[in-house]
């Protein structure tokens, strides 16, 4: 596989061994502040990618680069945009693999930057071969790759994309409820939702209102709950 | 002061409609990413520009014929061209298919003067154009001049033939790029400040100091100040590299197959691109050449006034071997190439592009777009695709997905609704589906005594729903739901006329789904996921 070169990654490996995340790690609020973090090594930004304002209880660190971060259920895909959003309008690439039904409309009113959403067709008669290694090359060079497989992931498979992603810093969002051999890193879910604004007959769609569960492994063990308009009347995510 | 030297450039008006053989009369025009990217002279006398959607420019003139832009046409066409043109001189820079240019200096010799020189290079282009494109092309546009950029302009300036062409004197490059406007630069973004700074002409930019456009513009302000100022664009620490910067890759078994030299030529020109980056230099110009097994040597020349990324260097060798292996049997190999070589011929110091400042592509875009590039070389041309803003009353219509073809920063791509388009009748207002089904599962809709539910004429519903079931799926109880809101499009076309029905349903394990009923049958467009 050939790597571009000048871009080895200098990202911890291993989540548990860092303990928990400091204070400094949140969103600068101030130059001086920039600059002091600046200086005492890697900035936030460079290990974790920024995660829109609503789900910053759920993820105060935003997202961590090189993890793993499964969404399944009711509400998958809207998670799985949610969690892109701010870093594509931040300057992120981010790929679809295997999800043909994405809507664009949504994404784009969630906040996903589509000038740098790429979406993968897997519908070709030697792609679901391929799939490893096209996942492979996309993690390699994107910050951001969905992937709704169709069918189980080999156990290889599935090692050999945690891996990669750990050592390029990209975040692996799984989408849907094919079965993985292995837990994700964090795992977001709706615990209940109901809609609002339809009543036989008058009204429209308006907003769901959420329950957002969040659980894991290492620092994410501890489950956390959010209720979130996912979406809101305008199409964005937002705090009640 | 260097001002380049003479230079000229022979342009192809309309390139791309001429190579899809349009003839100069009729009213054409070529779509790229949804976009009017080139027009016929008759459909622009009707008023399409560039850049315009296809149906503002159909309104505009609507006998225009629409063509979908193929640059692998473009360049198989162009190289006959190019061809012919090297017995006027060995030298012939391509810049894209439709354009090239060479110096003037070594012609001018055997020839003896530059009308001379002008007359062959206009009898040999329309030629080699008749015998290319047939007869009914709009002929060469030809333009001379100190330095390329206004060699350049000239040609674009120039009449048809030799008649019209445009001849700068030597000297006079500076007085004649002087009144144009700055938009020939090609920089939108520094268009656009100039001419906030009441700078609307090269004259006004050149004259502005050097160090102040530097300090402002950085290296790149640099060079389009001394093209405006009618200096040489490329700036004076352009160096001839050594060889060993040259890549190579040998093709085992022979290759004859367009798609398999492609693929080849990614890879290699990625690799020319990284080689050079590590020395901390970019290409400006780079020959392509190739050998075949019968030991025939193809090589030409490309050069682009900016720097050659990788996609822009794969790009060109895609074009040059569609010229060579899809071209007319006159210049086509006569066996399959075993050798693929890119030899960077002229280099300058990679100044490290400053992200985002000119919309250029950021160190995370280029990386982006190799990845991509090597995803389309696995699963084969349009499997990746990136969004696109069409506008429509459908989530599925408002925004499509087109095939990645050149870089990710392309040109012309839209990705929202432009901030003065006005809202489009009939629209569903947000928040849109997550999930738009492409292939729409059917789906049962029934009433509190299990009929199927029916909409009239009117737009009425026969009864409240009460039970919503998903092609062979369970049947789920319907908690909410608004609609319905009848479609009518086209109703004045009878062979694309669209009735629909649209609702909206909540069933109750708080999934909500847009239903469309049409043709009698209910189906699941779209799913608030």
């Given at each position: ?73 009711p509400?998958?895909r ?22 043909p039904d994405l809507g664009l409309a949504a ?88 809609w609002e604004g339809p009543e036989d007959g008058y009204g429209r769609l308006r907003?769901r ?32 | ?389 069409r506008g429509g009353r459908d989530p599925a219509d408002q925004l499509v ?22 809202p489009w009748p009939g629209v569903l207002p947000p928040p849109s589906p997550a999930a738009v089904h492409a292939d729409p599962p059917p789906a049962e809709l029934l009433d509190g005594r299990g009929r199927p539910v029916r909409v009239d004429g009117r737009g009425v519903l026969s009864a409240a729903p009460a039970m919503l079931r998903v092609e062979e799926g369970e049947k789920a109880q319907v908690a909410a739901w608004a609609g319905p809101w009848p479609v009518d499009e086209r109703w004045w076309d009878p062979l694309r006329r669209r009735r629909r029905v649209r609702l909206q349903v909540v069933v109750g394990d708080g999934v909500a789904r847009l239903l469309v009923l049409e043709a009698e049958r209910w189906r699941v467009a779209a799913t608030y996921d």
């Amino acid at each position: 596989m050939g790597l571009p070169a000048g871009h080895a990654s200098t990202l911890p490996d291993n989540p548990s061994a860092e303990g928990p995340a400091p204070a400094r790690r949140s969103h600068p609020h101030s130059l001086a502040e920039a600059a002091r973090r600046a200086r005492t090594g890697a900035p936030a930004g460079e290990r974790t990618l920024p995660v829109s304002p609503a789900l910053a209880d759920l993820l105060p660190d935003g997202l961590r680069r090189g993890s793993t971060v499964g969404v399944a259920g009711p509400g998958a895909r809207s998670l799985a945009l949610t969690l892109i959003a701010e870093a594509t309008a931040t300057g992120s690439w981010a790929a679809v693999v295997g999800d043909p039904d994405l809507g664009l409309a949504a994404a784009a009113e969630v906040g996903v930057a589509l000038a740098r959403l790429a979406v993968v067709d897997l519908s070709g008669p030697t792609a679901s071969r391929q799939w490893g290694a096209v996942v492979s090359a996309l993690v390699g060079g994107l910050d951001l790759v969905l992937v709704a497989p169709r069918r189980q992931v080999r156990a290889a498979d599935a090692r050999r994309l945690a891996a990669r992603a750990r050592e390029r810093g990209s975040v692996v969002i799984r989408i849907g409820d094919a079965p993985w051999p292995d837990r994700p890193d964090l795992e977001l879910a709706l615990g209940g939702a109901t809609w609002e604004g339809p009543e036989d007959g008058y009204g429209r769609l308006r907003c769901r209102r959420a329950e957002v569960v969040a659980t894991g492994r290492g620092r994410n063990a501890r489950e956390r709950r959010v209720l979130l308009l996912l979406p809101d009347a305008r199409g964005v995510p937002s705090l009640p | 002061m260097n001002s380049g030297p003479r230079t000229l450039v022979v342009r192809c008006p309309d390139w791309s409609l001429t190579a899809l053989g349009v003839a100069s009369g009729e009213p054409a025009l070529v779509l790229a990413a949804g976009r009017v990217a080139a027009a016929s002279g008759a459909a622009r006398a009707a008023g399409v520009v560039r850049g315009q959607r296809r149906r503002e420019a159909q309104g505009r003139c609507p006998e225009v014929a629409v063509l979908e832009r193929d640059e692998a046409t473009e360049a198989r066409r162009f190289e006959p061209v190019v061809v012919a043109l090297e017995d006027v001189t060995p030298w012939v820079e391509v810049s894209r298919p439709g354009v090239c240019a060479f110096g003037v200096r070594g012609p001018l010799r055997l020839l003896g003067g530059e009308a001379a020189l002008l007359a062959r290079t206009a009898e040999v282009v329309e030629a080699a154009l008749d015998a290319a494109v047939g007869p009914a092309h709009p002929g060469c546009r030809l333009g001379v001049a100190d330095g390329r950029f206004a060699a350049d302009l000239a040609a674009r300036a120039a009449g048809a033939g030799i008649a019209g062409a445009v001849v700068v004197p030597a000297g006079g490059s500076p007085a004649f790029l002087a009144p144009q406007p700055v938009g020939v630069l090609g920089r939108p973004d520094l268009a656009d400040v100039l001419v906030r700074l009441g700078l609307t002409t090269l004259g006004a930019f050149a004259a502005l100091s050097a160090t102040d456009v530097v300090g402002r513009f950085g290296a790149e302000g640099q060079a389009v100040h001394r093209l405006a100022a009618g200096l040489d664009g490329t700036p004076p620490q352009v160096r001839r590299p050594p060889l060993d910067l040259a890549v190579a890759v040998d093709l085992d078994p022979p290759v004859d197959r367009i798609d398999r030299v492609a693929f080849a030529a990614r890879a290699l020109a990625e690799q020319l691109h990284d080689d050079l980056r590590g020395r901390g230099l970019a290409c400006t110009r780079v020959v392509v050449e190739a050998e075949t097994e019968h030991g025939e040597r193809l090589a030409r020349c490309w050069r682009d006034e900016g720097v050659l990324g990788a996609s822009a260097l794969a790009d060109r060798v895609r074009w040059q071997m569609e010229g060579w292996l899809h071209g007319p049997p006159a210049i086509r190999p006569t066996a399959g190439l075993v050798r693929l070589a890119l030899l960077p011929d002229e280099v300058v110091p990679a100044t490290g592009r400053q992200a985002g400042f000119w919309g250029g592509a950021t160190a995370a875009d280029e990386r982006a777009a190799r990845a991509l590039a090597r995803v389309v070389g696995l699963l084969g041309e349009g499997s990746v695709r990136l969004p696109e803003w069409r506008g429509g009353r459908d989530p599925a219509d408002q925004l499509v997905l087109v095939p990645l073809t050149g870089g990710v920063g392309e040109v012309g791509r839209v990705d929202a609704p432009p901030a003065d388009a006005p809202p489009w009748p009939g629209v569903l207002p947000p928040p849109s589906p997550a999930a738009v089904h492409a292939d729409p599962p059917p789906a049962e809709l029934l009433d509190g005594r299990g009929r199927p539910v029916r909409v009239d004429g009117r737009g009425v519903l026969s009864a409240a729903p009460a039970m919503l079931r998903v092609e062979e799926g369970e049947k789920a109880q319907v908690a909410a739901w608004a609609g319905p809101w009848p479609v009518d499009e086209r109703w004045w076309d009878p062979l694309r006329r669209r009735r629909r029905v649209r609702l909206q349903v909540v069933v109750g394990d708080g999934v909500a789904r847009l239903l469309v009923l049409e043709a009698e049958r209910w189906r699941v467009a779209a799913t608030y996921d």
